[in-house]
T-cell receptor, first 114, second 108 residues
Framework: DTEVTQTPKHLVMGMTNKKSLKCEQH?????MYWYKQKAKKPPELMFV???????INESVPSRFSPECPNSSLLNLHLHALQPEDSALYLC?????????????FGAGTRLSVL | GQNIDQPTEMTATEGAIVQINCTYQ??????LFWYQQHAGEAPTFLSY????GLEEKGRFSSFLSRSKGYSYLLLKELQMKDSASYLC?????????FGDGTTLTVKP
């Protein structure tokens, strides 16, 4: 099983809403990632969790708040977003070393901020 | 910082061979990855190189030269379904940085 599951697949929200994106993997991976991808651009790293601790925050605005409740789950809490935050949000997971650095991506949540 | 360069677009004919190049300048190096991404879908892993040389996996091969900061992805016996974006990513310090991707169009 190399599946990373993301929900919801699509999300439309207003600038005053609070919503959460969810990501789940059961591969025993100890590193999990959030990426943001705009159309025709590569994924841009937002956050990395390693062993359930935030290890990298790429200077993401505080309106994005990650959470890792356990080793299988990763959430991204959204509040007071801007229209320019509309994008595909990808979750990925990997092991920690060697061939385990391969990242497996979920199908993404397509977010539209109105 | 990281600087990763790939051609923006390439076109090839069904059944042919195409080579997609990637050059990088990074402060550290812990592996180079190639991913395939179809429009509207998530990236999927194709290959991983950490030592110099060629890695072959079916119709796909990837080459790495660490001293030259250079890699290529070779796709043989092209099929229409190979039309996609191909992303080169370099791993360093716990994270991967992606190049802008090469959009490959395969024509009949």
């Amino acid at each position: 099983d190399t599946e990373v599951t993301q929900t919801p697949k699509h999300l439309v929200m207003g600038m005053t809403n609070k919503k959460s994106l969810k990501c789940e993997q059961h591969m025993g991976h100890r590193a999990m990632y959030w990426y943001k991808q705009k159309a025709k651009k590569p994924p841009e790293l937002m956050f990395v969790y390693s062993y359930e601790k935030l290890s990298i925050n790429e200077s993401v605005p505080s309106r994005f708040s990650p959470e890792c409740p356990n080793s299988s789950l990763l959430n991204l809490h959204l509040h007071a977003l801007q229209p320019e935050d509309s994008a595909l949000y990808l979750c990925a997971s990997s092991q920690e070393s060697g061939q385990g650095l391969i990242q497996y991506f979920g199908a993404g949540t397509r977010l539209s901020v109105l | 910082g990281q600087n990763i360069d790939q051609p923006t677009e390439m076109t090839a004919t069904e059944g042919a061979i195409v080579q997609i190049n990637c050059t990088y300048q990074t402060s550290g190096f812990n592996g180079l990855f190639w991913y395939q991404q179809h429009a509207g879908e998530a990236p999927t892993f194709l290959s991983y190189n950490v030592l110099d040389g060629l890695e072959e996996k079916g119709r796909f091969s990837s080459f790495l030269s660490r001293s030259k900061g250079y890699s290529y992805l070779l796709l043989k016996e092209l099929q229409m379904k190979d039309s996609a974006s191909y992303l080169c990513a370099v791993r360093d310090a716990g994270k991967s940085t992606f190049g802008d991707g090469t959009t490959l169009t395969v024509k009949p």
